[in-house]
């Protein structure tokens, strides 16, 4: 077969990233080999996101840029997946002209046949369907080479219909991965020395809930957490409202489990959460949380914040400061709100106006700065089991890892103790980083 070039341009979440990697997988056997380099594409996919921001823009301009690529080599296919993809289907073709495919997110797997069939017929393919099974979850996503972590995709979609968001419309609703099938990827990941696991899905709660199989989320942990040679397993994203006392459990049962967990609560008005239809108060939210530092006392416990929700009052913004200097995260995701098609918040009354966003945002992220700051500082003086990614980018002869915690450590060290968890000491903290001294001896990733 005549070996032909893919270049995948991502935009957006993890879950892009691992449909890029799984569309190369994919496309693997139709003859493509990826490029770096979009000159030298035979096919170009570009993997579009909606999520946090409005990508439409950007998505545009760096088409723009593919259609000198396609004026000089007219057998170039261009094509275009993702959320952005999936609402806007054929309505793109309208937007740009010379795009070939629009690929919707439960079509992935068709992938293959699209590109058969406008090899052999031309003209433009536009499919945006949603599947009862997406064929696409059981396409296990291929790591880079030499890679010490992987990201492996247990369930995707949500039933939740947060007023805000467009994932349920987008994505569809919540499909899990057999357990044995994810237990196989694992395990083979393990083979290829893949030490971390972090388990993806939109509300990894509540994986498992319409599956026929009788299983959930803990009993998921439980099995990885017998596998050998996965040392860390990390999960994302959790709902508040259904972080059940089992799971919170995990935490002091599971020992590979990392003390760490990314618990969105997107503000702290409960007037402003019920709007939001996040089906939990702040104060609810304010006892998961006592409850996870009760069965590990340790644990890191980061958040995404939306600000400027329509009629969010200085009092709810006031709120969700007050939980903040309460909790103290260890780190915040922040946003602006910004409306999307088709989702339950469009048109609310008293939107908030974009400048007063703006202050809100910029308050809430330097009092954010403030504690990840000192959540860092906390830090010093600490053994951290640290598992080394490589080296560090921007200083020589120093390796960089993570913690358990999933705080960034740099320290120096020599490259084979890339892949390998190290036990350091540490003496120094940044806003974003540690610094750290390796101790003599090997470290372990045990609590
Ligand atoms: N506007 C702003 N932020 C949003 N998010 C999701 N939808 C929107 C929106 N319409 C944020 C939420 C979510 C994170 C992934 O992105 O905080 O947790
Ligand atoms: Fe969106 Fe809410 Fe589902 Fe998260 S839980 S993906 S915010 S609808």
């Known amino acids: 077969m005549e070996k032909k070039n893919l270049y995948i341009q991502t935009f957006g979440c993890q879950m892009n990233v691992q449909d890029a990697q799984k569309m190369a997988v994919l496309l693997e056997a139709s003859g493509y080999g990826t490029t770096d380099d979009p000159a030298q594409a035979d096919l170009i996919l570009v993997n579009t996101c909606s ?22 080599n007219p057998h170039l296919l261009i094509g275009v997946c993702g959320c952005l993809a999936q609402q806007w289907g054929d309505r793109f073709f309208r937007r740009v002209p010379f795009l070939d ?40 996503a291929q790591p880079a080479a030499g890679a010490v972590s992987a990201f492996v995709t247990i369930m995707q979609g949500c039933n939740n219909f ?27 990941l393990a083979a290829q020395g893949i030490h971390e696991v972090t388990l993806l899905g939109q509300n990894v709660n509540s994986y498992g809930r319409a599956l026929a199989e009788e299983t959930d989320f803990t009993r998921l942990l439980g099995a990885i957490g017998k596998l050998p040679g996965i040392g860390r397993i990390r999960f994302t994203t959790s709902h508040p409202k259904d972080l059940s006392p089992q799971l919170i459990a995990c935490f002091g ?60 009052e200085e009092e709810d913004f006031r709120q969700t400061l007050e939980l903040m200097r309460e909790v103290r995260f260890d780190n915040l995701f922040s946003f602006r709100y910004s409306e999307r098609e ?50 560090n980018p921007n200083g020589s002869e120093e390796m960089t890892g ?37 101790e003599q001896r090997g470290g372990a990733d045990v609590h």
Not at 108 to 131: K, Y
Not at 429 to 434: K, M, N
């Open 101 to 140: 495919m629009v690929v919707g997110t439960h079509q992935i797997h068709r992938l293959p046949e699209m590109i058969g069939e406008l090899e052999r017929a031309g003209g433009r393919i536009a499919e945006t369907g949603f599947c009862d099974r997406v064929g696409s979850l059981e396409i296990p």
């Open 253 to 312: 049962e599971i020992a590979s489990l990392c003390e760490h967990i990314h618990l969105p609560v997107q503000s702290g008005s409960d007037r402003v959460l019920k709007r939001m239809n996040r089906g939990y108060t702040a104060e609810a939210y304010r006892a998961k949380v006592a409850e996870l530092r009760r069965v590990c006392p340790q644990i890191s416990i980061t958040s995404d914040v939306i600000v400027g929700f329509p009629g969010e």
């Open 402 to 438: 993570r913690t358990r915690g999933n705080r960034i450590v740099h320290f120096p060290g020599r490259s084979g103790l890339i892949g390998k968890t190290v036990s350091v000491r540490i003496v120094e903290a940044f806003p974003h980083s540690l610094r750290g001294e390796a």
């Open 51 to 72: 999520i946090r921001e409005k990508a439409a823009q950007k998505i545009y301009s760096q088409l723009g840029r593919f259609r000198e690529l396609k004026e000089r």
């Open 342 to 391: 088709g989702t339950a918040a469009v048109g609310m009354e008293r939107p908030v106006g974009e400048g007063v966003k703006r202050e809100r945002l910029s308050v809430l992220q330097a009092l954010q700065a403030e504690h990840t700051l000192e959540k860092n500082r906390d830090c010093i003086g600490r053994q951290e089991a640290v598992l080394v990614e490589g080296a």
């Open 162 to 188: 947060c007023a805000y968001c467009v994932v349920p419309h987008l994505r569809g609703r919540e499909q899990s991965r057999p357990l044995p099938e994810i237990l196989r990827e694992i395990e083979a």
